[in-house]
């Protein structure tokens, strides 16, 4: 059984402080995405490229409420340009950016604090939110989205049924490391799985850490996981016949971000070789293959019920380099 890779990048504006301090800080736009240094995208550039240049079709999750402050432009033309390069381009949604459909968003941050969790509103809310971000793609000119990615990974059955709703069929709203779902039928690690008719694609998560009785796990990120970590949860997925492995980045992870707007920002190097590390393994290995989720149709689920296994020090090794990488900023 070949096992399939998605390297999924969800592609977001930034709220840029505006919430904490709204009289002297604004949202972030296309910097955030494109991360530009000496007049080349070192973000959203530099990831298509690599994917492009191993004849890798990423799946691209663009965040579509942010149109709530920017407009339909210029993630419009972002979605696009991602399309026209022959990715895969699905929704994604943060709540938070709905805040500013009140003019009156500045005064109301001490009296109703902005949420970013679509597990706290309704289902009929989650289904708005579900319908302007489809409608948004209509505007952007765009094939509907078939797949949802929620922000922060929030998620509750609740947000399965208003996808039903709204007819879109295929999710990758898990990652159990980063949002735990209280439902036991969404404890889900790795492969794919039926959800009352939704087909979800779980961010992969494995376990670092073991003690009698007790797991600690990770979800699978460019930024978080090291190489070695990475290489043996497609290693160990191949040989248990785990028929999907999902990984998640971002294109602002492969720069460092100093703070300062005025000076570019220096590549991250770490980062990079996990990607490049990544996509080459991806296509040299037997029994993996890159996929995009779109693509998939609807093949029988085949679920993963446990958690992938990784070495304890080999989380040593990615706790220390992790932390001398996020504590120098290089050029």
Request: with cysteine; net charge neutral.
């Amino acid at each position: 059984m070949t096992t399939r890779v998605h390297i999924t990048v969800d592609t977001e504006f930034s709220i840029g402080g505006a919430f904490a301090d709204p009289e002297n800080r604004t949202p972030v736009g296309p910097p955030s995405v494109y991360c530009e240094r000496q007049g080349r995208s070192e973000g959203l550039g530099y990831l298509m490229a690599t994917l492009e240049q191993h004849g890798i079709r990423g799946t691209f999750f663009v965040e579509a409420l942010n149109t709530c402050f920017f407009g339909d432009e210029p993630m419009g033309g972002i979605a696009r340009e991602i399309a026209a390069r022959g990715h895969d381009v699905q929704l994604h949604l943060h709540p938070c950016w709905t805040y500013f459909e009140k003019p009156d968003w500045a005064q109301r941050l001490q009296v109703d604090p902005p949420n970013d969790d679509i597990t706290r509103r309704s289902e009929d809310e989650q289904v708005r939110l579900i319908q302007m971000g489809q409608d948004t793609f209509r505007r952007w000119g765009l094939p509907a989205p078939g797949v949802l990615r929620t922000g922060g990974l929030k998620v509750g059955l609740g947000v399965y049924a208003a996808m039903r709703q709204c007819g879109i069929g295929m999710a990758s709203n898990i990652g159990l490391a980063i949002f735990r779902p209280h439902e036991p039928e969404l404890q889900l690690f790795a492969g794919h799985h039926d959800i009352d008719g939704i087909r979800e694609f779980p961010v992969t998560t494995y376990s670092d850490f073991r003690w009698p009785g007790r797991r600690h796990h990770k979800t699978l990120t460019i930024t978080g996981c090291s190489w070695p970590e990475t290489r043996t949860v497609l290693k160990k997925a191949c040989e248990q016949g785990i028929s999907d492995v999902v990984v998640l980045t971002h294109p602002f992870e492969f720069v460092k971000h100093r703070g300062d707007a005025t000076r570019p920002p220096p590549i991250d190097r770490v980062t990079r070789h996990r990607l490049e590390r990544l996509c080459e393994f991806v296509t040299e290995t037997p029994g993996l293959e890159a996929a995009c989720m779109s693509a998939l149709g609807h093949a029988p689920a085949t679920p993963h019920e446990d958690t992938l296994d990784v070495p304890a020090y080999r989380a040593l090794g990615r706790i220390l380099v992790n932390r001398f990488n996020h504590a120098r900023v290089g050029v």
